[in-house]
Nanobody, 114 residues
């Protein structure tokens, strides 16, 4: 069984910073880990992803230059450092393991106030 548990969400001011974590357990070897987000009434959208090795990262244009994705040494946790947050970043953020099978966490709420 694969489990992904997000943490670190909360309420921050416009221009503030927040760091999300996603702890993964189970058989996730060779899986990339990434982040998606979903605002109320909108479709879930891609945010960022990092490869199993950590050698490849990708970002949505909307967050490029402001967000940084990384993995720990054991590759069991993925982080999303969010800087210069904007109200439009408000959403539920989900982590996902991507490989031969895909897995999703339950999400963590991020709210950016103006």
């Amino acid at each position: 069984q694969v489990q992904l548990v997000e943490s670190g969400g909360g309420l921050v001011q416009d221009g503030g910073s927040l760091r999300l974590s996603c702890a993964a357990s189970g058989r996730i070897s060779e899986h990339a880990l990434g982040w998606w987000r979903q605002a109320p009434g909108k479709e879930r959208e891609f945010v960022s992803v990092i490869s199993w090795s950590g050698g490849t990262v990708k970002y949505a244009d909307s967050v490029k230059g402001r967000f940084t994705v990384s993995r720990d040494n054991a590759r069991s946790t993925v982080f999303l450092q969010m800087d210069s947050l904007k109200p439009e970043d408000t959403a539920v953020y989900f982590c996902s393991a991507r490989g031969d099978r895909n897995y999703w966490g339950q999400g963590t709420q991020v709210t950016v106030s103006s």
